[in-house]
C-alpha cells in the first residue's frame, strides 16, 4: 500500500496522523572525530539514537524513511510525546543499518561521557532504536532480542531498546512486543528514571 492510499484510509477512519516538520539537522562531533547527527529538543528528557538511514531513503536529512518516519511519529504519540519532546541522535559513521555485526568491524563510538561534558545534551532516559543503535549505546554485540524488554544504564542513565520503525514495518507481529517497550520506557520516565538494570 502505498503512502498516500495509507493517508486516505486512516483519514476515512478519522485517525489523525502527525507528519514531522522539516527540520535540519545539527551534527555533533564527539571522540575520535565521530559524528553524531541529531534533530530536535537538545534540552529534551528523551534521548533517541537510531541507526542511519538507508541510502536509498528520499528523505536522508530525517532519521527516518518515509513510512518509517510516519510509524515514529505514530510511535511517539502513542506515548504523548512529539518531535518537540525528544532529542534525535542518527548515527551517521560506522556499520549501516542492515549489515550483520563481525569482530573485524569498525565499532561506532557513542559516549554519553563525551556529549555531556560538552553540555550538549542532558537526557533522562535514552531510548535505541534498532540493533545497531542498541549495540553501539551500549558497547556490546548481544543481539537485539537479547536487549529488549530490559533496562539497561550508561552513565546512571537509563536505556530502553526498542525495535527499529522500518523493521517494524517488514514485521507486523513485532509491533505489539515494540509497543510495550515504548511503554515500559514511558514507565521508566513517569517513575524519575528508576528502572532494574540488565
Given at each position: 500500500?502505498?503512502?498516500?492510499?495509507?493517508?486516505?484510509?486512516?483519514?476515512?477512519?478519522?485517525?489523525?496522523?502527525?507528519?514531522?516538520?522539516?527540520?535540519?539537522?545539527?551534527?555533533?562531533?564527539?571522540?575520535?572525530?565521530?559524528?553524531?547527527?541529531?534533530?530536535?529538543?537538545?534540552?529534551?528528557?528523551?534521548?533517541?539514537?537510531?541507526?542511519?538511514p538507508s541510502s536509498n531513503d528520499s528523505m536522508s536529512d530525517l532519521?527516518?524513511?518515509?513510512?518509517?518516519?510516519?510509524?515514529?511519529?505514530?510511535?511517539?504519540?502513542?506515548?504523548?510525546?512529539?518531535?518537540?519532546?525528544?532529542?534525535?541522535?542518527?548515527?551517521?559513521?560506522?556499520?549501516?543499518?542492515?549489515?550483520?555485526?563481525?569482530?573485524?568491524?569498525?565499532?561506532?563510538?557513542?559516549?554519553?561521557?563525551?556529549?555531556?561534558?560538552?553540555?550538549?545534551?542532558?537526557?533522562?532516559?535514552?531510548?535505541?532504536?534498532?540493533?545497531?543503535?542498541?549495540?553501539?549505546?551500549?558497547?556490546?554485540?548481544?543481539?537485539?532480542?537479547?536487549?529488549?524488554?530490559?533496562?539497561?544504564?550508561?552513565?546512571k542513565i537509563p536505556v530502553v531498546i526498542v525495535e527499529h520503525p522500518?523493521?517494524?514495518?517488514?514485521?507486523?507481529?513485532?509491533?505489539?512486543?515494540?509497543?510495550?517497550?515504548?511503554?515500559?520506557?514511558?514507565?521508566?520516565?513517569?517513575?524519575?528514571?528508576?528502572?532494574?538494570?540488565?
Amino acid at each position: 500500500m502505498d503512502n498516500a492510499l495509507r493517508l486516505q484510509y486512516l483519514e476515512a477512519m478519522g485517525i489523525d496522523v502527525w507528519v514531522p516538520r522539516q527540520k535540519s539537522a545539527s551534527n555533533l562531533v564527539i571522540n575520535q572525530g565521530q559524528t553524531l547527527s541529531g534533530m530536535g529538543n537538545q534540552k529534551a528528557d528523551w534521548l533517541i539514537v537510531v541507526e542511519a538511514p538507508s541510502s536509498n531513503d528520499s528523505m536522508s536529512d530525517l532519521p527516518f524513511g518515509n513510512n518509517a518516519g510516519l510509524l515514529f511519529s505514530e510511535m511517539l504519540r502513542a506515548i504523548d510525546l512529539s518531535y518537540e519532546d525528544v532529542f534525535i541522535i542518527r548515527l551517521v559513521d560506522g556499520i549501516a543499518a542492515n549489515h550483520s555485526s563481525s569482530s573485524d568491524e569498525v565499532e561506532v563510538q557513542f559516549s554519553m561521557g563525551d556529549l555531556n561534558s560538552q553540555q550538549l545534551i542532558r537526557p533522562k532516559i535514552i531510548m535505541a532504536m534498532g540493533e545497531k543503535a542498541a549495540q553501539t549505546v551500549l558497547k556490546t554485540r548481544q543481539p537485539l532480542a537479547s536487549l529488549t524488554g530490559q533496562c539497561h544504564y550508561i552513565n546512571k542513565i537509563p536505556v530502553v531498546i526498542v525495535e527499529h520503525p522500518a523493521y517494524l514495518l517488514s514485521s507486523l507481529l513485532e509491533k505489539r512486543k515494540a509497543m510495550q517497550d515504548l511503554y515500559y520506557a514511558k514507565q521508566i520516565h513517569n517513575e524519575g528514571n528508576k528502572c532494574e538494570a540488565g
